[in-house]
Antibody
Framework: QVHLQESGPGLVKPSETLSLTCTVSSGSITNYYWNWVRQPPGKGLEWIGYIHSSGYTNYNPSLKSRVTISADTSKKQFSMNLSSVTAADTAVYYC??????????????WGQGTLVTVSS | QSALTQPASVSGSPGQSITISCTGTSSDVGSYNLVSWYQQHPGKAPKLIIYEVTKRPSGVSNGFSGSKSGNTASLTISGLQAEDEADYYCCAYAGSTIPWVFGGGTKLTVL
C-alpha cells in the first residue's frame, strides 16, 4: 500500500519561497507521475504540476513562472518550490500519484495534506 | 484551462438518490472517457470514488455510480446515508499539455 506524506513549514512570509516535500513509502516511484494539488481554505482543488519518475515536469500555466518540482528518487521524495508567495497562496497542499502512462488516469493515493499560511 | 462547472450544493434525504453534474468542454470531459470523482470529508484528503467515468475502485460502495454525456459527466449517489455528506469533486484529463482540470466542488448535505 503506497503512502504519501507531505512535510514543510506551515508559515511562510510574503515574497519568500514555499518549499514542501512529499515522501513516498512502500512501492516504487518508477513509471508514475507525482503531483502537487492545492486547496485554498473553503475553496476547490487546483492542480499545480507534476514530475515523472524520469524527471519530466509539467506545470499549471497559471503558476508556471513561480513553481519548480524536483525529485530525489534515491530517497523516494519529490519536492515543490513556489516562489514570490502572497496571501493568495495560502492553502492546504497535497501530493498525489497518477499513472497516466500506465492507463491510470486518476489521483490515488493522496497525502494527508499540509496547511501553508502566507503571512508576515 | 477553466475549471469544470459543478453545482455549489445539493441535498437529499437518507435513502434518496442525488446526482451531481460536472460540465466541461470538448477539450476535456468531451474528449476522453477519463473523468474521475473524489469525495472529501472536512479536514481530510480527497478520496477516489469513481474513475474512467463509470468504474469504482475496490472498497467503494456500489451506491456510487458515474456516467457521461457529451461534455457533461455525472455522479449519482443512491441510497443516501449520513456518511455520504461531504464535498465532491470531478476531475478530467485534458491532454498532455495541461493534463488535469478539476471541478469547483459540490457540497452534499444529507437532510
Amino acid at each position: 500500500q503506497v503512502h504519501l506524506q507531505e512535510s514543510g513549514p506551515g508559515l511562510v512570509k510574503p515574497s519568500e519561497t514555499l518549499s514542501l516535500t512529499c515522501t513516498v513509502s512502500s512501492g516504487s516511484i518508477t513509471n508514475y507521475y507525482w503531483n502537487w494539488v492545492r486547496q485554498p481554505p473553503g475553496k476547490g482543488l487546483e492542480w499545480i504540476g507534476y514530475i515523472h519518475s524520469s524527471g519530466y515536469t509539467n506545470y499549471n500555466p497559471s503558476l508556471k513562472s513561480r513553481v519548480t518540482i524536483s525529485a530525489d528518487t534515491s530517497k523516494k521524495q519529490f519536492s515543490m518550490n513556489l516562489s514570490s508567495v502572497t496571501a493568495a497562496d495560502t492553502a492546504v497542499y497535497y501530493c498525489a500519484r497518477d499513472g497516466h502512462d500506465l492507463g491510470e488516469y486518476w489521483f490515488d493515493p493522496w497525502g494527508q495534506g499540509t496547511l501553508v499560511t502566507v503571512s508576515s | 484551462q477553466s475549471a469544470l462547472t459543478q453545482p455549489a450544493s445539493v441535498s437529499g434525504s437518507p435513502g434518496q438518490s442525488i446526482t451531481i453534474s460536472c460540465t466541461g468542454t470538448s477539450s476535456d470531459v468531451g474528449s476522453y472517457n477519463l473523468v474521475s470523482w473524489y469525495q472529501q470529508h472536512p479536514g481530510k484528503a480527497p478520496k477516489l470514488i469513481i474513475y474512467e467515468v463509470t468504474k469504482r475502485p475496490s472498497g467503494v460502495s456500489n451506491g456510487f455510480s458515474g456516467s457521461k454525456s457529451g461534455n457533461t459527466a455525472s455522479l449519482t449517489i443512491s441510497g443516501l446515508q449520513a456518511e455520504d455528506e461531504a464535498d465532491y469533486y470531478c476531475c478530467a484529463y485534458a491532454g498532455s499539455t495541461i493534463p488535469w482540470v478539476f471541478g469547483g466542488g459540490t457540497k452534499l448535505t444529507v437532510l
